[in-house]
């Protein structure tokens, strides 16, 4: 038995998220718009997370886009490929957005109309995640499949 195999059977053996897994997992089964929900999170989450990389990265603004969606399209490749739910590249179109909506949603209240137009690719961005995720959900293979495999 190779050293790999040992530390994943240990990995497997001793993983204590594999009941929590499993009961949320049943839960989102059953609860699909929880499931949506949870989803849309996710999405937000990264889309967020990406903006947080983008500003923390040392160089101008669209280099560290390039190198996001770079990076983004290598493992959405290599990765994602695999999985059901393809969260990479729209966290890149996500953090583009939320980058370019910020001056607008920082002005909002005392804004005129052509300053909305900032917005709009934060309200695509919206459009395509909710459409996204319901149809992920609701065209699942199966209930008890949250990867969709």
Same mark, same amino acid.
């Given at each position: 038995?190779?050293?790999?195999?040992?530390?994943?059977?240990?990995?497997?053996?001793?993983?204590?998220?594999?009941?929590?897994?499993?009961?949320?997992?049943?839960?989102?089964?059953?609860?699909?718009?929880?499931?949506?929900?949870?989803?849309?999170?996710?999405?937000?989450?990264?889309?967020?997370?990406?903006?947080?990389?983008?500003?923390?990265?040392?160089?101008?603004?669209?280099?560290?886009?390039?190198?996001?969606?770079?990076?983004?399209?290598?493992?959405? +490749? !290599? =990765?994602?490929?695999?999985?059901?739910?393809?969260?990479?590249?729209?966290? &890149?179109? $996500? %953090?583009?957005?939320?980058?370019?909506?910020?001056?607008?949603?920082?002005?909002?209240?005392?804004?005129?109309?052509?300053?909305?137009?900032?917005?709009?690719?934060?309200?695509?961005?919206?459009?395509?995640?909710? +459409? !996204? =995720?319901?149809?992920?959900?609701?065209?699942?293979?199966?209930?008890?499949? &949250?990867? $969709? %495999?």
């Amino acid at each position: 038995m190779t050293l790999s195999t040992k530390l994943h059977d240990a990995i497997t053996d001793y993983n204590f998220l594999t009941k929590p897994t499993d009961q949320i997992v049943e839960y989102f089964a059953y609860h699909p718009t929880a499931f949506k929900i949870a989803l849309l999170v996710n999405h937000i989450f990264r889309a967020a997370a990406m903006v947080g990389f983008m500003i923390a990265l040392p160089v101008s603004t669209p280099v560290s886009i390039g190198i996001c969606l770079a990076g983004s399209l290598f493992y959405r +490749l !290599t =990765v994602e490929s695999n999985c059901a739910y393809k969260f990479a590249l729209p966290a &890149v179109g $996500g %953090s583009i957005a939320l980058l370019v909506a910020k001056p607008a949603l920082e002005n909002l209240a005392n804004s005129t109309f052509a300053s909305y137009i900032p917005l709009i690719p934060l309200a695509l961005y919206g459009a395509y995640v909710v +459409l !996204t =995720v319901n149809y992920d959900v609701d065209n699942r293979p199966c209930p008890f499949c &949250v990867t $969709g %495999s």
